[in-house]
């Protein structure tokens, strides 16, 4: 009788333990700290803030924003020139397929996915113009991708 009892015991323990690791995984899942993952309608881009006007925006004295359009054969946005020494966070989406925004000489290396805003902060600290390129194959498009940010 005693051993029953023990074994509902056991059982009960495990279900609990399960549950409360299901559940804080499924928490995190549905937190989304700074840095973390964003969700967009692939379709409706061109339509949500930022990508509506992509682009650099400053944000306040020490912080821009720089937001940008993958796609296969190249990034979408207007020239894009930031200053040294300042926060940048860049906001990055695709409206087709995977791709990636990678800036030669930096730590930035975005997976970009479609229906995800990627998000990741850098800061320059050396003036110059950085390539930006496309690291993950794409199709016909992919040697085509890529663009500069200018650093003054
Ligand atoms: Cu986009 Cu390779």
Redesign the pocket.
């Known amino acids: 009788k005693y051993e029953k009892i023990w074994l509902v015991f056991g059982i009960t323990c495990l279900v609990v333990f399960l549950t409360v690791v299901g559940v804080s995984a499924f928490t995190d899942n549905h937190h989304t700290p700074a840095g973390g993952i964003e969700h967009i309608d692939p379709e409706k881009v061109r339509e949500t803030a930022p990508f509506d006007n992509p682009g650099v925006t400053q944000l306040d004295d020490d912080t821009y924003q720089v937001s940008i359009i993958?796609m296969?054969f190249g990034y979408e946005g207007p020239e894009l020139k930031v200053p040294v020494g300042k926060e940048i966070v860049f906001k990055v989406t695709s409206t087709d397929?995977v791709?990636?925004f990678t800036i030669d000489d930096t730590k930035v290396n975005m997976m970009v996915v479609p229906g995800q805003v990627t998000t990741k902060s850098y800061t320059f600290d050396k003036p110059g113009k950085y390539l930006i390129i496309?690291?993950?194959?794409?199709?016909a498009?992919?040697h085509f991708?890529f663009t500069e940010i200018e650093v003054t």
């Not at 496309?134 to 199709?139: A, D, R």
């Open positions: 993958a296969a397929v791709h990636s496309c690291n993950e194959y794409c199709g498009g992919h991708m």
